[in-house]
C-alpha cells in the first residue's frame, strides 16, 4: 500500500492548475522519477477537470488508482496510491488536506492567481499516511482485533494441546496403575507363601 502523490488542484477552469503537490517517488529509478512525476501531475489535472463540485471518485489507470474530492471553492484533492490503498482512507486524507488547504488558504488567495501556494503539510500527510493501518483509527482497531483474534486462536491451540498431552498422561498413569495393581496382588502371593512366626 502506497501513496505516491496528494495535490489540491484548481479546477474551476480549463486548464486546471496544480496549487500544491507532494510526490514520493522513492520507489521509482533515478533516471524515470521525474518522467513518472510529470505523468501523475498531468494526470491529476485531467482527474481535476472531470471531477464536478461535491463529487468524490476513484479511477483506475494500470497500477494506479486516482482518489479525487471536488469541491464548490474551485478546487479539487487529489491523491494517486497503487490498487492496494484503502479508498476510505485515502478519501479521509482528502476531506483532511482539502478542509486544511482552505482555511489556510480561501478562496480569494487563489481565483486570480495560478501560482503555486506553499502547503507544507503534504509533505507530513505522505509520509504519516503510507501506513494507512497507523493513520485511520478504524483501521487501527481492525488490524489490533485481527492480531487479538490470532492469539486468541494460538491460545486456544495451545490449550488443546495440552488437553491431548494430560489426556496421554492419563492413560499412562492409568497403566501404571494397572501394574502397580499387578505387581501388589503378585507380592503379596509371593509374601503369603512365607508365613513368619
Known amino acids: 500500500m502506497k501513496i505516491y502523490y496528494i495535490g489540491i488542484i484548481k479546477n474551476e477552469e480549463r486548464p486546471a492548475q496544480e496549487l500544491c503537490a507532494e510526490k514520493d517517488l522513492s520507489s521509482y529509478s533515478r533516471f524515470t522519477r521525474e518522467n513518472y512525476g510529470e505523468f501523475m501531475s498531468v494526470f491529476s489535472k485531467t482527474v481535476a477537470e472531470r471531477t464536478k463540485p461535491g463529487q468524490r471518485q476513484d479511477i483506475e489507470e494500470r497500477s494506479y488508482t486516482f482518489h479525487a474530492y471536488g469541491r464548490t471553492e474551485g478546487v479539487a484533492g487529489i491523491i494517486i496510491s ?116
Open 82 to 197: 497503487d490498487h492496494d490503498y484503502p479508498a476510505l482512507v485515502a478519501h479521509q486524507l482528502l476531506s483532511k488536506v482539502v478542509d486544511e488547504f482552505l482555511t489556510k488558504h480561501p478562496r480569494t488567495a487563489f481565483a486570480s492567481s495560478n501560482a503555486k501556494l506553499p502547503f507544507p503539510e503534504l509533505k507530513d500527510y505522505i509520509v504519516k499516511y503510507q501506513d494507512p493501518q497507523q493513520a485511520d483509527s478504524l483501521m487501527k482497531i481492525q488490524k489490533e482485533l485481527d492480531e487479538t483474534k490470532i492469539v486468541l486462536h494460538k491460545t486456544i491451540e495451545s490449550v488443546l494441546e495440552r488437553g491431548e498431552k494430560i489426556d496421554t498422561l492419563v492413560q499412562k498413569s492409568d497403566g501404571l496403575s494397572a501394574q502397580s495393581k499387578m505387581f501388589y496382588t503378585q507380592a503379596k502371593k509371593q509374601n503369603s507363601c512365607c508365613i513368619v512366626m
